[in-house]
């Protein structure tokens, strides 16, 4: 891979990264519930939590629909008015 699509790689994951940790703490910010609860709704351990709200986790995309689960999925992402080449493959 070169340089410049590994470095590209590198900043797209870590923005990934950066907005799970503020989704997931914006949610527990609004909804007014701790760590323990968060963990607990999720379904996912301490541990894990722990990791991604301090970004230093590789997010399955099994995750991600977790937190998508509980907090909501974006409706960018699921407009079925887009076009074909945009269209969500998540079926509501």
Do not use: W
Request: include cysteine; aromatic fraction near 10%.
């Amino acid at each position: 891979m070169p340089e410049s699509s590994k470095k590209k790689e590198d900043q797209y994951f870590q923005s990934l990264k950066d907005h799970f940790a503020n989704l997931i703490g914006e949610y527990m910010e609004e909804n007014q519930i701790g760590f323990n609860e968060m963990y607990r709704r999720l379904g996912t351990s301490a541990e894990q939590l722990s990791k991604v709200l301090k970004k230093k986790s590789n997010l399955s995309i099994k995750f991600i629909a977790k937190i998508y689960a509980l907090i909501g999925f974006p409706e960018c992402l699921s407009d079925k008015k887009s076009n074909s080449r945009n269209k969500s493959i998540v079926n509501d």
